[in-house]
T-cell receptor, first 116, second 111 residues
Framework: GAVVSQHPSRVICKSGTSVKIECRSLDFQATTMFWYRQFPKQSLMLMATSNEGSKATYEQGVEKDKFLINHASLTLSTLTVTSAHPEDSSFYIC????????????FGPGTRLTVT | GENVEQHPSTLSVQEGDSAVIKCTYSDSASNYFPWYKQELGKGPQLIIDIRSNVGEKKDQRIAVTLNKTAKHFSLHITETQPEDSAVYFCAASMTGNQFYFGTGTSLTVIP
């Protein structure tokens, strides 16, 4: 149980284009989903928190107009990187939490984004 | 805000030996402490967690201990196997939303 999927696993895009990454909770309803960014050999950096049907809450320093997050249902959240640049290349990971009584976050397998 | 420190950054052990990774946290309000295992190119996998009302939790070869007074918690892996080789992250949380992660420990189990 508690499986989170991400799609795509890898994506290469040209500078200036937009890329959408999907995060799905497969066997539970995720009231809250989180988006993280991870640089090579570094820890996870929280980018934003999203609750189903609400606007996402972004961490300080994260551009909300660049990283668009939509949590349209209890099983799906999307992250769109708009007007991508090479510095946006990174490993993006989502996680999901099943409810306010449960603290566990279950992570997806990650998406490797490369902007050329 | 919360600050989580993790040591060591790298750890090599012989197969069958034990491995211990330690984390300290700064905010006494933190009450949830998960441990994650991350293999290369994959997302973190929750392996064990502990709440602040418990001092120790064990799951087969993995155990976590928590010392609230000293504000530190540790991951113990016994009878290590090559498949235990990965990067391990600790985290601390007050609300279950904001997770403060440690910097990671790269564990290598030598056959």
């Amino acid at each position: 149980g508690a499986v989170v999927s991400q799609h795509p696993s890898r994506v290469i895009c040209k500078s200036g284009t937009s890329v959408k990454i999907e995060c799905r909770s497969l066997d539970f309803q995720a009231t809250t989903m989180f988006w993280y960014r991870q640089f090579p050999k570094q820890s996870l950096m929280l980018m934003a928190t999203s609750n189903e049907g609400s606007k996402a809450t972004y961490e300080q320093g994260v551009e909300k107009d660049k990283f668009l997050i939509n949590h349209a249902s209890l099983t799906l959240s999307t992250l769109t990187v708009t007007s991508a640049h090479p510095e946006d290349s990174s490993f993006y990971i989502c996680s999901a939490r099943s409810g306010t009584a449960s603290y566990e976050q279950y992570f997806g397998p990650g998406t490797r984004l490369t902007v050329t | 805000g919360e600050n989580v420190e993790q040591h060591p950054s790298t750890l090599s052990v012989q197969e069958g030996d034990s491995a211990v990774i330690k984390c300290t946290y700064s905010d006494s309000a933190s009450n949830y402490f998960p441990w994650y295992k991350q293999e290369l190119g994959k997302g973190p996998q929750l392996i064990i967690d502990i709440r602040s009302n418990v001092g120790e939790k064990k799951d087969q070869r993995i155990a976590v201990t928590l010392n609230k007074t000293a504000k530190h918690f540790s991951l113990h892996i016994t009878e290590t196997q090559p498949e235990d080789s990965a990067v391990y992250f600790c985290a601390a949380s007050m609300t279950g939303n904001q997770f403060y992660f440690g910097t990671g420990t790269s564990l290598t189990v030598i056959p």
